[in-house]
């Protein structure tokens, strides 16, 4: 930022100017600055500067004045830091490994997000205003302890990489399917029984790992993943694949382990299985 004084560009988090030493009030500094002071308070540490957001990284970046990415993985949250709510060019966040158990009401008021890590937390639902959330692309939701999501979530029309594993689900919402831009979804490990009729919309799916679940049959509308190339299905209930399944026509490799052996012999009669690696 610039001095008010002297117009020497120093550091947006600088206490006074080291040129003419002039001391900066609070009101002086960039607002995303004050935030980050609200954030440091909290936290009781500072936290460093960093050209880029990576796995684990605890920091912050900043572009002109204002923080684009936050790193604040591990660091023992228990609630939600709320200044977070006030970074309007936030693109990428990482909250991992923490004891997170709620997001707040208007979290979705976080419009530039674009990568958000919340893995490893103890979140049990998520806010309707999550929907809002437009420029989302990657979000990784695992090892929390979601039961269900809610109906806004087929908002989320940018979003091309989504991990739920590890949750509690029982359902999907019926909007699921208007992830129009979703290529990738891990959501083994959870409770799921059936799958809305409307998944078939996933029109970008290339990969997806539904192992682990309680899954018994899965809606016609399935055969019309048409980009799909990964399937995994191990340690479901399944005992009989839909005839749609021969509509699959990318279908590369697909995994049915500890399912019902109905399923092994019906493989064999699939239109797509001369390509398929099983």
Request: proline share 5%.
């Amino acid at each position: 930022m610039k001095c008010p004084y002297c117009g020497n560009v120093c550091s947006p988090r600088a206490d006074f100017c080291p040129q003419c030493g002039e001391p900066f009030d609070k009101m002086s500094k960039p607002e995303d600055t004050r935030i980050i002071e609200e954030l440091e308070e909290l936290l009781g540490k500072s936290i460093p500067s960093t050209d880029k957001i990576e796995w684990d990284t605890f920091g912050v970046k900043v572009d002109n004045d204002e923080i684009t990415e936050l790193g604040l993985s591990a660091c023992e949250l228990t609630t939600f830091p709320e200044p977070i709510l006030k970074l309007k060019s936030l693109q990428a966040l990482d909250l991992r490994a923490n004891q997170i158990t709620e997001l707040p009401k208007s979290f979705g008021q976080l419009q530039s997000l674009q990568k958000l890590f919340l893995y490893n937390n103890q979140i049990t639902a998520l806010p309707e205003s999550f929907g809002q959330l437009q420029s989302l692309q990657n979000l990784n939701l695992s090892w929390n302890q979601l039961t269900s999501l809610p109906e806004s979530f087929g908002q989320l029309q940018s979003l091309q990489i989504l991990s739920l594993s590890f949750n509690q689900l029982t359902t999907l919402p019926s909007s699921f399917g208007k992830l129009k831009a979703l290529q990738k979804l891990w959501i083994d490990n959870n409770q799921l029984t059936t799958l809305p009729e409307s998944f078939g919309q996933l029109q970008s799916l290339q990969t997806l790992f539904l192992s682990f679940n309680r899954l018994k049959a899965f809606p016609k509308s399935f055969g019309n993943l048409k980009a799909l190339q990964i399937l995994n299905l191990d340690s479901n209930h399944l005992a009989i694949l839909p005839e749609s399944f021969g509509q699959l026509q990318s279908l590369q490799n697909l995994s049915l382990e500890s399912n019902q052996n109905k399923i092994s012999i019906q493989i064999k009669k699939l239109e797509f299985q001369s390509k398929l690696k099983t």
